[in-house]
């Protein structure tokens, strides 16, 4: 298997960080300058006409696209450690936080950054300044509601590691890096303590 991924970006590293906890070290790493414009190129176009990153290529040459997708497959691949629920009820749930973290967190800080650093003008045209900075707003809610939540139990979805402690890491690290945000700094103590614990996990030091 082969899986397409570029340094720094936060949904390749989702899916690297699941793999990691999986103990998937095995696994071909393809990397793809998005700045040098790789991603459009007409060979990886071939793999993702979407022209976008992570990909997971797999033995038979069919190519999955989408970090959910992939870590799915991956979750069926490699059923243990379990990451995305035992039986229909806590898969549920585990999905219901994922996407709550992906959508109102993940994604709030991916429009931030990109709509508002000048060093990613060439990969969103056009920017929308004002538009970024209501998404850097609108974020913190989600991280002051998903504070009150690490308030009560120690990870994300509940009482052990699932995907939603991943997607939500990836998301603070992104936004630690671009947007220099520090949740303990903006009296979020618990989300801060939450983001050092998982920090030292080896998976997220996985390279990607």
Not at 16 to 22: D, G, N, T, V
Not at 42 to 62: I, M, T, V
Not at 120 to 135: H, I, N, V
């Amino acid at each position: 298997m082969k899986f397409f991924t570029s340094p720094r970006t936060p949904n390749p590293r989702r899916v690297a960080m699941f793999m990691a906890e999986k103990g998937l070290g095995n696994i071909e790493h393809v990397s793809i300058d998005l700045l040098s414009g790789a991603h459009r190129s007409a060979e990886y176009l071939q793999k993702n006409p979407f022209g976008r990153l992570p990909a997971l290529e797999l033995d038979d040459g069919r190519v999955l696209c989408e970090t959910r997708a992939i870590c799915t497959w991956l979750e069926g691949y490699a059923p243990e450690p379990n990451l995305m629920g035992e039986g229909f009820d806590e898969r549920a749930f585990i999905e219901m936080t994922d996407r709550r973290i992906e959508l109102h967190l993940f994604l709030g800080i991916a429009n931030c950054v990109r709509h508002t650093h000048p060093g990613l003008a060439m990969l969103e045209q056009p920017q929308f300044a004002d538009f970024g900075a209501s998404q850097g707003e609108k974020m913190r809610e989600t991280a002051r509601w998903l504070d009150g939540v690490l308030a009560t139990q120690p990870f994300v979805a509940g009482q052990r590691f699932t995907i939603a402690d991943i997607t939500a890491f990836c998301a603070l690290e992104f936004g630690r890096g671009l947007m220099k945000f520090r949740p303990g700094a903006e009296g979020m103590e618990h989300l801060q303590a939450w983001r050092d614990r998982i920090a030292e996990r080896p998976s997220a030091a996985a390279p990607y």
